[in-house]
């Protein structure tokens, strides 16, 4: 499933044009991307947690010479799946996860300029 997928899905959903829907994934998109790069975590209950994980520097091998090079420092975005979703993935029990169950019965409000 690609972005445009997931518009379209949130677009019939919440009963909105899909230009609408793709900001609204968009918006939803950057606000993960910038809490992480400012507080290097977020979580979302149900689903699981986004984090900012550091990697030391390092010395490393070209693979061909075999000749050592330095790795610099990095970091690197990792996501961890909740509960509810490897359940839900791994077919572990039989219940609903408790966000989906809040999803579909939850009325869904979208302001319309």
Do not use: C, W
Not at 60 to 76: L, S
Not at 82 to 103: D, Q, T
């Amino acid at each position: 499933m690609i972005r445009s997928d997931l518009a379209n899905k949130l677009a019939q959903k919440l009963d909105i044009s899909k230009q609408e829907a793709d900001r609204i994934l968009l918006t939803f998109v950057d606000g993960i991307m910038t809490n992480l790069e400012k507080e290097g975590r977020v979580v979302i209950q149900g689903f699981g947690s986004f984090r900012v994980r550091e990697y030391p520097a390092r010395i490393g091998k070209k693979p061909v010479t075999g000749e050592p090079i330095e790795i610099p420092a990095r970091k690197k975005p990792v996501f961890h799946a909740s509960k509810e979703l490897n359940a839900l993935i791994n077919r572990e029990s039989k219940e609903v996860p408790i966000a989906r169950v809040f999803v579909e019965s939850a009325p869904l409000y979208v302001a319309r300029p």
